[in-house]
């Protein structure tokens, strides 16, 4: 257990960083590459976006289903043309302004960011790697 083995906070998170990030090469190499994709986007964009102190606030479901809400919107994901993010989603939201969506400006599979020619490279090593085997 955590409690057992004591380990660092820093150790927890760089453990964290580093099963998000196999889960999304995972899935992009299984065919499901846009979710791989999105898996990293809100991911960061949770980590980085989220208003200080929205989790130690109390009512920690409500705050998770205000990013839910957010990240099902269709706005523009991070790395992509007009991203906000969170915080500015939930001060838009909360003074009545109507959130940013971009369903029709994004292209399918293709945005272009530093995640997808990532997780493209290393699709593309991978796919090297097993036919000179």
Not at 15 to 44: D, P, W
Not at 62 to 81: D, Q, S
Not at 83 to 111: C, I, K, M, N
Request: proline share 5%; charged share 25%.
């Amino acid at each position: 257990t955590f409690a057992s083995h004591k380990l660092s906070l820093q150790a927890c998170e760089e453990a964290l960083v580093y099963l998000i990030r196999e889960r999304a090469f995972f899935l992009a190499q299984s065919g499901f590459f846009e979710k791989g994709l999105s898996c990293l986007q809100a991911a960061l964009d949770f980590a980085l976006f989220v208003p200080r102190g929205f989790l130690q606030q109390g009512a920690r479901q409500e705050h998770l289903g205000y990013f839910e809400l957010y990240w099902g919107n269709g706005g523009p994901r991070l790395g992509e043309k007009g991203f906000q993010g969170f915080v500015q989603w939930l001060e838009d939201r909360q003074a009545g302004r109507r959130p940013q969506s971009a369903d029709a400006a994004r292209p399918p599979y293709e945005p272009d960011c530093m995640f997808h020619r990532d997780l493209k490279a290393q699709r593309n090593k991978d796919t090297h790697a097993h036919t000179h085997t």
